[in-house]
C-alpha cells in the first residue's frame, strides 16, 4: 500500500489519540481536586506552617493549570486546529508539569533532593508514562520516558546539601544514593517497556490499514464489481498489474483465477 494512502489515516489516529488524552488530564484533574478539596476541608490553617500555605496555594493553582491544558488541547483536537506534531509540545507540557512540582515542593519544603521520588507529584510518573502509550508513537514515549528520567535524576542527585541528619536520619536508607538509583532505574526501565508497547501497537494498527487497503483494492476486480463484462483473465491481469505498481504481491491475487476466469 502508497505511504500516501497511510499518511491520512494515522494522522486522524494521532489526533484522536491526544483527545483522548486531553479529555483523561481533565478527568485527572478534577478528580484530585475533588479529593484534594475533601482532604483540606477539615484542616486548621491557622495552625499550618508558612510552607504548607505556599504548597496548598501551588498545587490549587497548579492543577488549575493543568485542567486549561486539557481544555485547550480537547478544544484544539475538536476544532481541526491540532497537527500531529503538537505532540511533542503536549509531551512536553506532561513532563514540564510533573518535574516543575517536584522542584517546588523541595524549594518550598527546603528537602534534600534524595526526597523528590517521596513526593506526591512524582507519583504522577506511571499516569505520564501511560499517555505516551495511547498515542502509539515509540519516538514520543522515548523522549518522554528520557525526559522524566533525566530530569528527575537531576532534581536528586543536583548537590544541594540540605540534607539535615538529625531530621531525615530514619529515612536515610530510602534517601540515599543506591536507593534513588534503583527507583529512578524502575522508572527508564517501565518507559522503555512501553516504548516497545508503543512500536508494536503502531506496527499492528499499520498492518490492519494495509490490510483494510488491500481488500478495498480487490473489490475492484471482482465480478460483481463489473469484472466479467472486462473479460475474466484481464481482470486478473488487471488486479495483478496493479499490485505490482503499488509494489504489492501479485501472488495474493491467485485466489481470484478460480472465479474470474474465462466466461
Known sequence: MQQTTIAPLLTNASIAAERLVSVLRIAVTLGLFTVFAVTVAGLDFSTLAPFLHRQLLFAVLTMFAYLMLGVV??????????????????????????????WFSLENSSYPGGVALLLPPAWLVPLVLAYGVMRMDPRLQLYTTVLLSGGLGALIFWPDGRFDGGQLGILHSVLDTPANVMKLTMILLAGLVMVLAAARMRRLFYRELEAADARANLTRYLPGAGGRSAGGWRVVGAAARSAAADGGDVCRYSWLYPVVGNP
Not at 74 to 100: E, K
Open 73 to 102: 488541547t480537547f478544544a484544539a483536537t475538536t476544532l481541526g486546529w491540532f497537527r500531529p506534531w503538537m505532540s511533542w509540545f503536549s509531551v512536553t507540557a506532561d513532563c514540564g508539569f510533573l518535574l516543575f512540582n517536584v
